[in-house]
């Protein structure tokens, strides 16, 4: 079984500041890699997510993260935050299966709260 | 219509009542789930449903009944709950195979147990 950890349950930062949010995860298997988001009242939706290739993944809005299987880490950032960043950001793994089946599998971290003041 | 849709979006309901929250996911997936997000606790996954049928049941109380009567629509019945049931339930769908097991979520039904 896999298991994540997200080292940080609040980061507060300043707008404009550089931001890391920690995830390690702990797996005997290969794994693939994800980052949720959550804004207040909503859901969660994909942030980025590394499934085989480049290891430093990039979302659409300025957040990458980096695949680092030595440290079985998979940390966000984000060179410079907006108000807008403000939620709950979740980190999961979910196991490399040979046959291709992968659903239900994936494994949540507890969360982490980026709140960004101005 | 995108992605996955839950209704209501609020409930609020006396522990003696029986209601029940609707999910549709419009994404062709074949694997739908149910979690629970209370405050300050990890997600509890308590449904897995695939091709329609029940493959995963994390121990949830009977007073919780699923329904998937198509890959499309999964239905969560609740019956004499606890006001500890108080939380956001969140839909999920995705692939049953490929996708790295990636999870689509629906904007949740927030309950709140009287």
């Known amino acids: 079984a896999q298991s994540v950890t997200q080292l940080d349950s609040q980061v507060p930062v300043f707008e404009e500041a550089p931001v890391e949010l920690r995830c390690n995860y702990s797996s005997s298997v290969s794994v693939y890699l994800f980052w949720y988001v959550q804004y207040p009242n909503q859901g969660l939706q994909l942030l980025l997510k590394y499934l085989s290739g480049s290891t430093l993944v990039e979302s659409i809005n300025g957040f990458e993260a980096e695949f680092n299987k030595s440290q079985t880490s998979f940390h966000l950032r984000k060179p410079s935050v907006h108000i807008s960043d403000t939620a709950e950001y979740f980190c999961?793994?979910?196991?490399?299966?040979?046959?291709?089946?992968?659903?239900?599998?994936?494994?949540f971290g507890q969360g982490t709260i980026l709140t960004v003041h101005p | 219509e995108t992605g996955v849709t839950q209704t209501p979006r609020h409930l609020v309901m006396g522990m003696t009542n029986k209601k029940s929250l609707k999910c549709e996911q419009h994404?062709?997936?074949?694997?739908m789930y149910w979690y629970k997000q209370s405050a300050k606790k990890p997600l509890e996954l308590m449904f897995v449903?695939?091709?329609?049928?029940?493959?995963e049941n994390n121990s949830v109380p009977s007073r919780f009944s699923p329904e998937c009567p198509n890959s499309s629509h999964l239905f969560l019945h609740l019956h004499t709950l606890q006001p500890e049931d108080s939380a956001l339930y969140l839909c999920?769908?995705?692939?049953?195979?490929?996708?790295?097991?990636?999870?689509?979520f629906g904007e949740g039904s927030r309950l709140t147990v009287l």
């Open positions: 999920a769908s995705s692939r049953r195979i490929g996708g790295g097991g990636e999870l689509f």
């Open positions: 994404l062709g997936h074949n694997a």
């Open positions: 449903y695939s091709l329609e049928e029940r493959v």
């Open positions: 999961a793994v979910s196991r490399v299966s040979a046959g291709g089946t992968s659903y239900g599998k994936l494994t």
